[in-house]
């Protein structure tokens, strides 16, 4: 490194010898190196460790780049020197200056952490910027690895700290939704025991219990009940929604055919769609399809998704119910279409959403929890599917079930997997004789060894 190369940057030398001599011998070898030194000197031990450690607080490092030290000093030697040097926490390149040369010497004083030794016969200003320049290289590299190091750690506590407040911050999250959940079912039942005694009392009244009600009055009675079966809906939507989050619905997964799903829907759609002027129409497969479902479950999330087709379809449209096999045969797809009003592209996953109302109402299953399709979502991901929605506003939406498809079992009560287990084996069975008979029929040919070389 010449000086030109160095630029603005100075080297700040120290030069710790008793010898005058050979401290101004020291000063003429810097000046020959072309480097741009500061040169500052110590006599013995102690005034260059006071110059080196400083006081309390003190960074070494402000003071001194690099100190050439004699290996012979007054009252102790420059190994004593470096030694305590390296215990008081500097890490400042030392050079040695010594008048030995010999191996054991230059052992030792590597081992104590010096930079490297010059003996003073060989003191050249040459091999000085040699020595200067590679001892400034190797402190700046371990000082740039120390800083590497502290800011790992530094990252690495960072993240561990990260890590448990976001572990924290999960587990009262968990709390608030388990205590929300909690209070939901809690308030449910205690709204839902009233509700439905109101209703008990009001069909008694429509029976004449404990009286005959006066004609007029009927029409008040069929408004209180309906009022009564509205605010029962929400209340067991709330409810049903609190049950799914709390983790409490169970599901009776089995094989169940697509079209006994159709059908025990169809007969609730049709009157609807009737009263709507609507047409409604099943779809059925080319042929028939099994799916892994919780059948009540699975005519839920059904029953909900014809009625809000239904619900926002206006006169003289059509519903209809297809199925047809998914992603190759692994999956059954329940199609719900219909041509009401449409969802915005931008609205579609937020219809599924717990308490959104859309303007569209899609999301008003119950009229107005905003639960219906949340609870769908929720009950068909629980039978290890999926719902999903598409749609193009002003010419309706189509909402689509997808459930696993169940094996199938032939007469004998094989599935379809144990049969290509079965045929894979036995596939198998015939390659290995058929590759026994061809060996066999090798050894017993006399020409078996040439034509198997």
Aim: with cysteine; net charge negative.
């Amino acid at each position: 490194m010449t000086e030109a190369e160095a630029g603005e940057e100075r080297l700040r030398v120290l030069v710790v010898d008793d010898d005058a001599v050979d401290r101004m011998a020291v000063r003429r070898a810097l000046r020959g190196t072309g480097l741009a030194v500061d040169v500052s000197e110590a006599e013995d031990g102690d005034g260059a460790l006071r110059q080196l450690l400083g006081g309390p607080g003190d960074d070494p490092r402000d003071a001194t780049d690099c100190v050439l030290l004699d290996f012979q000093l007054p009252g102790a030697t420059g190994l004593d020197v470096l030694q305590a040097l390296r215990a008081g926490g500097s890490d400042v390149p030392v050079v040695m200056l010594t008048g030995q040369s010999d191996p054991e010497t230059a052992v030792a004083l590597i081992k104590a952490g010096a930079a490297d030794f010059i003996p003073k016969a060989s003191l050249t200003a040459d091999r000085l910027a040699r020595v200067l320049t590679s001892a400034m290289r190797v402190q700046r590299a371990e000082r740039a690895r120390q800083s590497a190091e502290a800011a790992t750690r530094r990252a690495l506590l960072a993240a561990e700290a990260a890590q448990h407040e976001a572990e924290d911050a999960r587990e009262r999250a968990e709390e608030a939704n388990k205590a929300k959940s909690e209070f939901l079912a809690m308030m449910s039942h205690e709204l839902r025991t009233p509700l439905n005694a109101i209703g008990g009392y009001v069909q008694l009244m429509q029976l004449g219990v404990p009286e005959p009600v006066p004609h007029a009055h009927l029409d008040y009675l069929d408004r209180l009940k309906r009022s009564q079966q509205h605010l029962l809906g929400l209340i067991n939507s709330v409810l049903n929604y609190a049950k799914l989050e709390a983790g409490r619905v169970e599901f009776a997964v089995e094989p169940v055919l697509v079209g006994d799903l159709a059908a025990s829907v169809e007969a609730m759609v049709t009157p609807l769609a009737a009263t709507k002027e609507l047409s409604y129409e099943w779809q059925p497969p080319p042929r028939p399809l099994v799916a892994l479902a919780d059948p009540e479950k699975a005519a839920q999330i059904l029953l909900n998704l014809l009625s809000n087709a239904v619900k926002f379809t206006p006169p003289g449209g059509h519903v209809t119910l297809a199925a047809n096999e998914a992603d190759g045969g692994e999956r059954v797809a329940l199609h719900v279409r219909d041509t009401g009003v449409g969802i915005p592209a931008e609205k579609l996953e937020t219809v599924f959403d717990p308490f959104v109302q859309l303007d569209t109402g899609y999301a008003r299953t119950q009229e107005g929890t905003g639960l219906g399709l949340a609870i769908s979502r929720d009950l068909a991901r629980g039978m290890g599917g999926e719902l999903s929605a598409t749609s193009e506003v002003g010419r309706g939406a189509t909402f689509t079930l997808t459930l696993r498809t169940a094996p199938r079992v032939d007469e004998d009560g094989e599935s379809d997997a144990d049969r290509r287990a079965r045929e894979d084996r036995r596939a198998g069975d015939e390659d290995r004789r058929s590759h026994e008979d061809r060996r066999g029929h090798l050894d017993a040919d006399p020409t078996s060894e040439y034509l198997a070389g």
